[in-house]
């Protein structure tokens, strides 16, 4: 039997209910436990998140220096264009959006707590030709 038997991201923010809420609306996933400074959620996949409550908790600031990076998400989309759109109705914000280097689209997008991540196409892009 292994040592570990599950792992969960888990994001500090000032309001871990409202994050909540952005992420299981994205990700449309279900929670499966809630304290007064915990939310986890858990979508069809399996993938586990959750939300602490820290109330000095300073958004990172991506991608300036200071307090930048703390933790960077990845998804996988089908569409782009419709992902974006489904994060901005939700409270997130598009970032930017840049053609990678390697054979992805991707968009970078915080949640409404200033935590970035990543929307990557699930789909190959073909090769530029020329």
Known sequence: MPLVTAGVVVLDCAEPEKLAVFYKEFLEA????ATANLVEIR??????MAFRRDANATPPSWPRPENSLQA???F???D????ERRVVELGGRPVEAKEGPG???ERI???????????RSARLKAP???
């Open 80 to 83: 782009l264009d419709a992902a």
């Open 43 to 48: 979508n069809a996949d399996g993938m586990r």
């Open 103 to 105: 054979p992805y689209e």
């Open 109 to 119: 997008c915080a949640d409404p707590a200033g935590h970035s991540f990543t929307l």
């Open 128 to 130: 530029k030709q020329g």
């Open 76 to 78: 996988r989309v089908e």
């Open 72 to 74: 960077h998400l990845d």
């Open 30 to 33: 279900e929670e499966t436990e």
